[in-house]
């Protein structure tokens, strides 16, 4: 079974209520409650799946599982408001004991403050199978939250940050971009027409996020802000390091669709640079132009989890 | 290291944050948001640990996943709003395949969906381990919610329905007790101090209530509602059904402190019985009062998650 397979067979059956505005299938649900909205995520973090503790220590392993779903809020442009973590602790081998419990704790305290988030909630047992960190998130919205659906053709698709590589590191070290897509929201407002983090690389989630804006969408290869750690994984396994910059996964940088007329607005915006990498269209199509103008189809590449790290 | 230490251990560490008006160490937490409280709540369900595959379906262990996290939202006398699931799902051996990551996910929504809860959100990811199913749930308080911290000296202490044994069998197949919650919160009003869920048994979670709520009780041994479950495992193993009832864990029925000028309010309240089964008192004390009044010291036994069902 793949992922994305039971993750569509999940969204025909998700069905549809009068208190959920946006349900399974983007980066948060929003949920009206007594007032307000809540916008809320589920994610797991799994030894040997998403982190290896004979490689990592337990509170990198926290730290990633909270700031994987902080970045999930970043996709949405809203606040964290709290976050919730329930921790299956090994009985033994890495992970386990007293110490290891109580780090994981306060590395999961530590990373959700750097944000002004509270933990406020948790659950703990104990089994004899590797360390899993599942973490939920209830976000805030400011004065409105960021989908996937709303890109229009037209749109200019932007990337923050650099991207491929980040096996070598970045995937437990990576900052969420919280700050960064309220500032995009602030300064873009209504021009911002959706938004959403890179977990699984662009190969795959430009895909999505076409496929929920009713779009498709040209991405100039030549224009990918290509990190220094995809050169360092080309030079290892022979890959040119564009193509990791395109299917490496967990780079947890934003990918939005802005308005032509907003992109003035975010120019300089913050020390994370902003790439402009391509144009959404009208015609539901997807594909990679070269620098010469050559079109090319759509790499089929992407990370899945069905494989280690 | 034993669940109830870590969680002393945690409780200490929680801080406070103004959007924070009850946090770590209640059934849920709540967090103010735009407009409104929302509550929230993690739990998991673990192989061999919350129920064993080798003996009962994938679809049973979702059912009390999501029910467990409904409990929780009874225990605050609020309506669940929206939950979200994260599947670690086994590549081999019980609960592995496509099939049963379907039985989990239509589990979980028809659990939620018997109180008019949508699932909204949830993560999947396959691993070489056993399954583990974590929920997070949204509550939506009516127009208060109902926390540990509630008892007064004088008020009667009441649980709902029968107590003991549910490991013959009822825990995994309980009735979250959200519609009678809320039905006692209509009728006893401001009477109604406080309110939890009996997920480790009335030994550990009577002395929590009033650890909360600085206060102490006297249950009666004599009125205990025991459950058949409790005496037909007493013939089994030789342990007095009343020991059972008081320290087996699983009933996920309610625990409430009421003021004795309500208590006539929820006579005939549902077909549930309500049972008055002791006094909270003054004096910070736990003590059981037999049939002849006389006095024994509290029970040290308790269900923690140290041990397999």
């Known amino acids: 079974m793949r992922e994305n397979d039971f993750l569509r067979w999940i969204n025909e059956r998700a069905g549809s209520h009068t208190r959920v505005p946006l349900g399974i299938g983007d980066d948060m649900a929003a949920v009206k409650i007594s007032g307000g909205i809540a916008l809320l995520k589920i994610d797991q973090c799994l030894d040997r799946v998403h982190f290896d503790l004979r490689r990592h220590t337990a509170q990198q392993a926290a730290t990633k599982a909270v700031n994987r779903c902080l970045s999930d809020c970043a996709a949405m442009a809203c606040r964290p408001a709290a976050i919730l973590i329930s921790l299956a602790l090994p009985r033994e081998g890495p992970g386990s004991g007293e110490a290891s419990a109580q780090h994981i704790f306060l590395a999961c305290q530590a990373a959700a403050a750097k944000f002004d988030c509270p933990l406020v909630g948790g659950d703990t047992a104990l089994w004899d199978q590797r360390l899993a960190i599942t973490v939920a998130a209830l976000g805030a919205a400011a004065s409105r939250y960021l989908t996937r659906g709303g890109a229009k053709p037209g749109d200019t698709l932007f990337v923050s940050g650099a991207l491929g590589g980040s096996i ?53 290869t030549g224009q990918l802000p290509i990190h220094p750690d995809a050169e360092k994984l080309s030079a290892q396994d022979g890959i040119p390091a564009g193509l990791h910059a395109l299917a490496d996964g967990e780079d947890y ?57």
């Not at 890179?198 to 009713?214: F, I, K």
């Not at 990918?255 to 007329?261: G, M, R």
């Not at 070269?290 to 079109?295: E, K, L, Y």
């Open 168 to 220: 070598l590191g970045r995937h437990l070290t990576f900052t969420p971009r919280i700050e960064l897509a309220e500032k995009i929201l602030a300064k873009a407002g209504d021009g911002l027409h959706a938004m959403m983090d890179l977990s699984d690389g662009l190969a795959q989630d430009v895909p999505r996020m076409m496929a929920a804006s009713g779009t498709g969408a040209e991405v100039h």
């Open 253 to 309: 940088e934003l990918l939005f669709a802005l308005d032509p007329e907003a992109v003035p607005e975010i120019v300089n915006l913050s020390d994370v640079p902003l790439s402009a990498i391509g144009t959404v269209t009208a015609e539901k199509t997807l594909a990679l132009i070269d620098d010469s103008g050559n079109r090319h189809p759509w790499p089929r590449a992407g990370w899945e989890h069905r494989t280690q790290p």
